[in-house]
C-alpha cells in the first residue's frame, strides 16, 4: 500500500528536519524517497504536525507484576473501562489497562514503539504471551540480569567472557532486548530479609558488591555489542538522600565509556534524585542530577515523572515496595522470583497536598528542564509507578510551558512550591525537542534503527497532530497542545492508517524485537549448570527457553558480539 | 410525586441508576418513561419495566410498590430528594449518595449505601453483606452519612468506613467495620466473629452477645454506657477493647459485659 502524508510541518530531529514544510511518502511498511502520487492514498496534512511515531523507553505493560497488579486492584477497573466496538475490543483499567486497551492508548497518542523494563527472566513466556496481545505497538523487554546468580558467580570470579556468552543466551531464551539491573545485589539480599544501602556494600553470600555488578554489566554489554546500554534502577531507590547513590552510580561506569556513547541509562530518574535525611528535611535533588549530567556524555535519563492520580506502584525492587507498604498501609503483594529477581506490588495514590508527592512533582520537571541537552533525558512516567502512560499530553504541556507549570504550581502543596526550584526556571521546549524527548531520543538510546525517524528506509510509524505550530504558542496554548497530544489525528503504523481523530481505525499487530546475539562460541551449557536447574529453579533447564513461535509477530535483530 | 410499579416479575438484574429524585426532577411521566435502563445485557426504556404515574397523596419524591429485588443501584449518586420502596430490593442501593433519604420497608441487598458521603438510608427489613462498604479493593468506604437497619445485617458492614454512622438494631454477621478508619457502628443485638478485624480508627459498639474477641486487641477499660451519636447513648457496662494492634490501629470495640459473661477473664488484665 502506498501513502502520501503531504503539506505537514514535519519535525524529524534524528534527520535534523525542524518544522518545514513537506511530504512524507510510504511504500510497503517503509518511508521511501518517491512513490506514484496518483496512485497513492493520501493524508492531507496540512497545518497539522508530522512527528515519527513515539517511542516509550520504559514502561510496564505486560508480565507478572502487571497482571498481579490488575488482580489485585479491581477498583482500578471499575471507572475507567472501554466497551467493545467494531474495530476493537473492550477492556478495562486506569493504571493497569488490560493489554488490547493498553496498545489502543497508546496508539491513540501516536505511539507506536514500547519497551517493557521489566522481566524476570522464569516469567518470560508469561511476559510475551501478555505482549503478543499487546496490539497498535512494537515492542521489545529487557529481562532483569542483575541478580541472577550466574550474573553474580561469574561476576564473583571475573570471567567476564563466559558472562557475556551466558547473557547472550540468556536474551536468546528469553527473547530479550537488553540488560535491566534493579537495585543491584539488593534484590539477593531481599531474598535474605535484608537490603544493601550503598554501592559498596557485600552483597550477602556472593562477596560482591553492587559496584561490581555495575561495572561487570556494563563491560558485558560493551562486549555484545549490544544496542541500548545496561538500564539501571539504582540502589536505594526511593530513600531521603539517594540523589547521591545515583551520581555514584553514573560515577562508576564514567571510565567505560567510549567515543562520546552512552555507558548507562538510569531509569526513573524523579525517584532516584531525592535530597534531605528524611521524610521531613526531604527536598529536590534534580539540581545536583541535572549539572553531573550536563558536564558528561555517558549517561542518559528519563524522568518517571510524578502525575497525581491514583495509580498502581510496581518494580522488581522487592525492599522498596515493602517500605512503601509500610509508609502507606495499603495491600501489597511481594514476592521473591528463585534465583533471579524480587518484585512488589503496592497501590499509591499521589496528592497534591502532600509535601512529599508535591516535591516529586517538581523533581521530574526540575531533571527534564534543568538537563540542558533534551537527548539525554526522555519523558516517561515510568507507567505505572509515577503515572499512567496516558497523562504523557499532560507533561508535554507542562514542559512546553510555564504557564502551564505555573497553573499547577498554585494547586499543590504550598511549602513544596516555595521551596522548589521550579518557578526560577524559564525554559519551555519547543515541538522539535518535544520530539526528541518521546521518540528521537528514546529511539537513539535504544539503538532502533528503523525507529523514531523519517528517513528513507525507516518503518512508516508517523504520528500527526493537529496543531499548527506557527500559530499556535504552545506557552499560552498548552490546553491545545494537551489535547492534540492526547488524541492524535492520524496515527500510521507499518504504512497502515491505525488511527484517525483519535479514534482507532484498524486493528493491528506489532512486532515483538528481540536480539539474536551471535558469539564466537556458544555458552557453555553444561552438566553443571543444568544440574543447578534441577537444584534450584522449578523450571527444568529444558523448558526454561521461550521459543520463536511464543511470539506473535517476531522480529529478531541480529547482533554480532565481540567474544 | 412520581410512583413506580414494577409490570412484571425481572428474570434478570436490571441496572436503573436513572432512578433518583436528581434525574426525575422537572420530568413529565412520558419523559420518565423513556430514560435507559439495562436488562441483563440489553438496553430497555424504564417505561418498559415500570408503570409510572405520579400521585398527589405520597410524600417522597419516589415511591416504589412492589418486589424490585433484581433492580440494581437505586438512588445512585443522588443528592437531595427522598425515595421509598415498598417492598424487597437489589444490591447498590443509595450507592455514592450525597443527599438525601432512602427508605426501605423490605429486604435489601448486599452494598447498600455502599461509598456514600452523605444522606440517609433507612431499611425496615434485613440487608445482605457489605452494608456501606465500597466498591472490591477500594479502600474509599462510607465518608458520611447514616444508615439505619432495623432487621439483621449479613458480613462484612461497614467496611473501611471512614466517618458516619451505622446503626444495626438486629444481629449483624462476621468483620463488623473491617478495616474501618473512623465513625461509628452500633450493633444491638448479637455479632459473629472478628468484629473490628483490621481496624484502624472510629468504635463499634456490639450490645449483644459475640463469640470472641480478636487476639489482637487489648482490654483498656469498663465504662457503664457508649455514645453512640449526640443525643443517643447505649447503657452498659461496656468492655472497652483496642485495636487492632496487627494494623497498629487504634480503634474501640465495646462488648457490653453482661451479655458476655465468658469474656471476664479479660478482666484480670485491667
Known amino acids: 500500500m502506498e501513502l502520501l502524508i503531504r503539506n505537514g510541518y514535519v519535525y524529524d530531529p534524528l534527520t535534523g528536519v525542524n ?43 505486560a508480565g507478572s507484576e502487571v ?13 475507567d473501562f472501554e466497551p467493545k466496538t467494531a474495530k476493537t475490543r473492550s477492556g478495562v483499567g486506569h493504571s493497569v489497562p488490560s493489554t488490547f486497551t493498553t496498545g489502543y492508548r497508546y496508539a491513540r497518542m501516536g505511539y507506536t514503539t514500547v519497551m517493557n523494563p521489566s522481566m524476570p527472566p522464569l516469567e518470560a513466556k508469561h511476559t510475551h504471551e501478555e505482549l503478543s496481545d499487546t496490539p497498535m505497538v512494537d515492542k521489545a523487554t529487557y529481562p532483569l540480569l542483575g541478580d541472577w546468580w550466574f550474573s553474580l558467580e561469574y561476576l564473583r570470579n571475573g570471567d567476564l567472557e563466559e558472562l557475556a556468552r551466558h547473557i547472550a543466551w540468556m536474551m536468546n531464551c528469553t527473547k530479550g532486548y537488553a540488560i535491566k539491573i534493579v537495585n543491584p545485589g539488593g534484590l539477593e539480599a531481599w531474598g535474605r530479609g535484608s537490603n544493601v544501602h550503598s554501592l559498596d556494600d557485600q552483597v550477602p553470600n556472593f562477596r560482591i558488591t553492587p559496584r561490581e555488578i555495575i561495572r561487570g554489566l556494563c563491560k558485558v554489554n560493551k562486549l555484545l555489542n549490544l544496542p541500548h546500554t545496561i538500564h ?84 522488581a525492587d522487592g525492599p522498596f515496595q515493602y517500605d512503601l507498604y509500610r509508609l502507606t498501609g495499603h495491600k501489597w503483594a511481594n514476592h521473591d522470583v528463585e534465583t533471579e529477581t524480587t518484585s512488589g506490588i503496592v497501590p499509591f495514590r499521589y496528592r497534591r497536598k502532600n509535601y512529599v508527592h508535591a516535591t516529586q512533582w517538581t523533581i ?136 484517525k481523530d483519535g479514534e482507532i481505525l484498524k486493528h493491528v499487530e506489532g512486532n515483538t524485537m528481540w536480539l539474536d546475539v551471535q558469539t564466537n562460541e556458544p555458552a557453555e551449557i553444561n552438566k553443571e549448570m543444568k544440574s543447578k536447574f534441577r537444584d534450584y529453579w522449578t523450571v527444568e533447564y529444558e523448558n526454561y527457553p521461550v521459543s520463536e513461535h511464543y511470539l506473535a509477530i517476531s522480529q529478531p535483530i541480529t547482533v554480532k558480539a565481540n567474544v | 410525586m412520581i410512583v413506580m410499579r414494577p409490570l412484571r416479575e425481572f428474570r434478570f438484574p436490571v441496572t436503573a441508576d436513572c432512578v433518583t429524585p436528581d434525574i426525575f426532577e422537572n420530568k413529565t411521566c412520558k419523559e420518565i418513561e423513556e430514560l435507559k435502563v439495562w436488562e441483563g445485557n440489553k438496553q430497555k426504556r424504564l417505561g418498559d419495566l415500570f408503570k409510572i404515574e405520579e400521585s398527589d397523596s405520597e410524600k417522597a419524591n419516589i415511591t416504589i410498590y412492589g418486589d424490585v429485588s433484581k433492580i440494581r443501584r437505586i438512588g445512585s449518586c443522588m443528592k437531595q430528594g427522598e425515595i421509598a420502596i415498598q417492598g424487597n430490593v437489589g444490591t447498590h442501593v443509595g450507592e455514592e449518595m450525597r443527599g438525601g433519604k432512602i427508605t426501605v420497608y423490605g429486604n435489601v441487598g448486599g452494598w447498600a449505601g455502599s461509598m456514600m458521603k452523605n444522606g440517609t438510608i433507612e431499611i425496615h427489613g434485613n440487608t445482605s453483606d457489605y452494608l456501606g462498604a465500597p466498591y472490591r479493593g477500594s479502600t474509599q468506604g462510607m465518608r458520611g452519612g447514616r444508615i439505619i437497619v432495623h432487621g439483621n445485617v449479613g458480613s462484612e458492614a461497614g467496611t473501611c468506613m471512614r466517618k458516619g454512622l451505622i446503626k444495626i438494631y438486629g444481629d449483624a454477621g462476621q468483620f463488623v467495620g473491617f478495616h474501618m478508619i473512623d465513625g461509628t457502628i452500633y450493633v444491638e443485638k448479637n455479632c459473629e466473629e472478628r468484629a473490628g478485624a483490621c481496624m484502624l480508627g472510629g468504635k463499634v459498639i456490639i450490645g449483644g452477645s459475640v463469640e470472641s474477641v480478636l487476639p489482637t486487641f487489648t482490654i483498656d477499660s469498663i465504662k457503664p454506657k457508649a455514645k453512640i451519636e449526640e443525643d443517643e447513648t447505649a447503657n452498659g457496662p461496656f468492655y472497652v477493647f483496642l485495636g487492632d494492634i496487627a494494623e497498629e490501629g487504634n480503634g474501640k470495640l465495646y462488648v457490653h459485659k453482661e451479655k458476655n459473661p465468658h469474656l471476664s477473664q479479660f478482666e484480670r488484665f485491667l
Not at chain 1, 539517594?242 to 555514584?248: D, G, L, R, V
Not at chain 1, 556513547?261 to 541535572?290: L, M, N, V, Y
Not at chain 1, 528514546?442 to 528503523?450: D, E, I, M, S, V
Open chain 1, 19 to 61: 518544522g518545514d514544510k513537506m511530504d512524507i511518502a510510504i511504500k510497503d511498511g517503509k518511508i521511501v524517497e518517491k512513490i506514484d502520487e496518483a496512485k497513492a492514498r493520501k493524508i492531507d496534512a496540512s497545518g497539522m504536525i508530522v512527528m515519527p511515531g513515539g517511542v516509550d523507553i520504559h514502561s510496564h505493560v
Open chain 1, 67 to 79: 497482571n498481579t497488579g490488575r488482580l489485585i486492584r479491581p477498583e482500578d477497573h471499575f471507572k
Open chain 1, 232 to 315: 539501571v534502577h539504582t540502589n536505594n531507590l526511593g530513600m531521603p538522600g539517594n540523589y547521591a547513590t545515583a551520581i555514584e552510580t553514573m560515577q562508576c561506569v564514567e571510565d567505560l565509556a567510549s567515543e562520546n556513547k552512552p555507558a548507562i541509562h538510569i531509569t526513573h530518574c524523579q525517584f532516584c534524585a531525592f535530597k534531605g535525611e528524611d521524610w521531613r528535611t526531604f527536598e529536590s535533588g534534580a539540581e545536583e542530577i541535572a549539572n553531573y549530567v550536563n558536564c558528561r556524555s555517558h549517561v542518559t535519563l528519563d524522568m518517571g515523572q510524578v502525575v497525581f492520580s491514583d495509580t498502581t506502584t510496581m518494580t
Open chain 1, 364 to 499: 521530574g520537571l526540575e531533571l527534564a528542564l534543568l538537563v540542558r541537552d533534551p537527548w539525554k533525558i526522555f519523558l516517561t512516567t515510568d507507567h505505572p509507578n509515577a503515572g499512567p502512560f496516558t497523562s504523557y499530553p499532560r507533561i508535554i504541556a507542562w514542559l512546553m510551558s510555564r504557564k502551564a507549570r505555573e497553573a499547577t504550581m498554585k494547586r499543590i502543596h504550598k511549602r513544596a512550591a516555595n521551596r522548589c526550584l521550579l518557578p526560577s526556571i524559564d525554559r519551555e521546549l519547543d515541538f522539535s525537542e518535544i520530539a526528541i524527548v518521546t521518540r528521537a531520543g528514546q529511539a537513539k538510546t535504544l539503538g532502533l534503527k528503523n525507529k523514531g525517524h523519517l528517513g528513507v528506509g525507516a518503518d512508516a510509524d508517523v504520528a500527526i497532530y493537529d496543531v499548527n505550530p506557527n500559530t499556535t504558542d504552545p506557552s499560552r496554548k498548552y490546553k491545545t497542545v494537551r489535547k492534540a497530544f492526547k488524541h492524535a489525528a492520524y496515527t500510521v503504523k507499518g504504512g497502515q492508517i491505525v488511527v
